[in-house]
Every structure is written in C-alpha cells, then in structure tokens.
C-alpha cells in the first residue's frame, strides 16, 4: 500500500542533492545560472555525470542573478563577435543554507538600492517551493546538469507518498516469548502509526482553517516522523 502526503515533504537521504539543485538554478525560470563561458563549456563535455554536476554546480553557487541579456540596441553598432547570450529573467537569487531538516534562503540587498533597509531578506524555502522550481526545469536543464532523465528526476527526491511495507516485512512478535500470549508490533509499524496520525492532523488543518503557524509545525512533525 501507500500512504498519501497532505504535503510534500523531503526525503532525508536527498537533501544536500536537493539543496545542491537549488544553488545551481534560478528559482525563477528554471535556468542554468551559470553564464557561458570556457569553464562552462569544460564542465559540460564531461562525461561522468557526477563530476558534471559538481562542476555546473560550483560555477552556478556564487551567482547571485539569473542574468537577463541586455536590450538591442539598433543605434549601436557591433563591434567585434556578439556576446553570449544567458537569456536568463533577471530576479535575485538566494543563498540557501540547511539547518537540520529545513532549507532557508537569503537574498542579499542589490548594489544600488537604498541604504537604509540592507537586513537581507530571509525565507524558508518548503518541499512544495522546491518542487514548484524543479517542475520548471526542462530535460535539456536537466541533461546540462547531469541528472539522468529516466532515473534521477529532481521533483522524484521530494516525497508526496510514502510505500507501506507489507506485514512480513514487520512482523509482529511474542510478548512472552511463548507464541502463544500477548503480541507486539514491531518498530516499523508503530513509526507507520505515527506517520498516518501526522499525516491527518496535517489533512485537518486544510479542513478547519488552522492558523498557518500552527499547520506549519504539524507539517514538520510529519517531516520528522518519515524522516526518522
């Protein structure tokens, strides 16, 4: 069987892939943020698609815009060839950190807004954002990046149903030792019991209109019980 998410949640063997992803694209458009350039045609031409992540990756962290290309001007004359074009949106983007089992993103103030307000702007970046921008992505993003198309999608390493082990897989056991008394249920099938219970205080909320602070707390308790 399987259980049904009330909200998408991370899996916790994927996070750091996850939040690699995250730094690696614009959260926007779902582009490379990585501009063209020779260190980018390198990374591209590898073949092990590993070192091809890494690579795309340390070259598309530190940028904090997806680069839009500038407006043509029919005024100005070419000089020499035409620059790469990103074709990027334009939006800020974040520097995402992990703490435990939450990913937070902060962007910092642009050079050349006013002064006065600098305290960067900080959110927490949900499973559901996170899947939002990765349903973004195009498979030609994704082969850029990497990432197998048949076998490592990002949007497949953020749970929205969990598998239920069958009962031979969790078998319950004697109390006594004697077979024949009282039974226990093995540790597997009470975290699955957790789990459904979280699970429909998470379905309630959306029901009764819970304050969002208070549903929020509910959703990460669901991520802690299947993250554990």
């Not at 983007?93 to 990913?103: A, F």
Request: charged share 30%; glycine share 8%; net charge neutral.
């Amino acid at each position: 069987g399987v259980i049904k998410l009330a909200t998408p949640v991370y899996h916790y063997g994927f996070m750091t892939k996850v939040k690699k992803i995250l730094e690696t694209v614009c959260h926007n458009c779902g582009k490379i943020k990585a501009l063209e350039s020779e260190e980018l045609k390198h990374a591209l031409s590898l073949r092990d698609r590993k070192r091809r992540f890494d690579a795309v990756w340390r070259l598309s962290k530190p940028r904090a815009v997806c680069e839009a290309d500038p407006p043509d001007d029919p005024d100005q004359p070419m000089k020499g060839p035409a620059p790469p074009k990103h074709g990027g949106c334009g939006n800020a983007q974040p520097d995402i950190r992990r703490t435990g089992l939450q990913l937070w993103a902060t962007w910092k103030p642009r050079k050349g807004e006013d002064d006065e307000d600098t305290t960067p702007d900080k959110k927490r970046i949900f499973p559901q954002d996170a899947l939002n921008t990765f349903r973004t992505l195009t498979d030609e993003t994704l082969e850029m990046m990497g990432l197998s198309l048949d076998y490592a999608r990002p949007e497949w390493m953020i749970l929205s149903a969990l598998p239920v082990p069958p009962p031979p897989v969790r078998p319950s056991i004697s109390v006594d030792g004697s077979g024949q008394g009282q039974r226990g249920e093995d540790d597997l099938t009470f975290k699955l019991g957790d789990i459904i219970r979280a699970n429909q205080a998470v379905l309630r909320t959306e029901v009764d209109g819970t304050p969002d602070h208070i549903k929020v707390d509910l959703c990460d308790l669901l991520q802690y019980h299947i993250a554990t």
